[in-house]
Structure formats: structure tokens, C-alpha cells
């Protein structure tokens, strides 16, 4: 396996993987997110032929997906521009939470993961919006 990521707090937990090839984009450090962003680590990750994405987000509305940091919209918008199945991966409490940076409108995602604590009258409205909704055990 491959896992291409931004951010250090996932990059550490890819590092321990056995049998996993990691590639962390760098760039400039953002303390905000933990994370590095640079035009070509962008470019970088438009080279990679990526499978599958997980993409994380910070609010989730009807709208679609956003995020606190405006140094992630054009990474999370370049990796979701090019895999077969694409991933949206929130615990529950970003459900009805608009940050300022939007990134993805929902039907850009297959899936939208989440956790049991998502409380039902906002799991079905959320159900009928577009990608299934899965809830991790």
C-alpha cells in the first residue's frame, strides 16, 4: 500500500504501517492544520495516480465539505480530482458545521464515513443528500 498525505499526524500513524510505502508532500508548515502545502506538492500529487482518496473536513452541510484552512482547499481538491472512489471521512459532531473554506460539494464523494454519535434525525437528513452514509463500528 501507498498513503499519500499532508499532514504529520498522519503521516506518523502511515510510518508504522508495516508493508506501506509512505509519501508525505511537503512545502511550507502550517502549525494551524500540522500540515505542509506548496505549489509543488500539488503538482507532485497530479503525477500520483491515486485509487482511492480519504478526504477529512472540518464542517459538512448541505452545501458540501469545507474546512478551517484555506491552504488545504487546493490539495484536497487536487486529490479528489483524479481517484475512482473518493471518501469523505468525519466523526459526527462536523455534521451541520460550515468552516470558511468550502472545498467539495457532497456528490463528489462515493462514501461519507462517520462515527455512531451522529444522531439519527441528522443521519437521515444527511442519507438523502447524496454519497451513502457509513457508520464505523
Known sequence: MTIV???IN????????????????GGVYHASSDSFSSPASLAELEQIGLSKAFIS????????????NFHEVAIKRTALASPR???????SSK???ARPAFFAGLRQFERIVTDRS?????RRRFARMGPRLDVAA
Open 85 to 91: 472512489r473518493s471518501f469523505l471521512v468525519v466523526d
Open 5 to 7: 498525505c499532508y499532514p
Open 118 to 122: 451522529m444522531r439519527p434525525a441528522m
Open 10 to 25: 498522519v503521516a506518523r500513524i502511515a510510518a508504522r504501517r508495516p508493508n506501506t510505502q509512505l509519501i508525505l508532500l
Open 57 to 68: 473536513a472540518g464542517g459538512v452541510e448541505a452545501r458540501g465539505a469545507s474546512c478551517s
Open 95 to 97: 455534521f451541520g458545521q
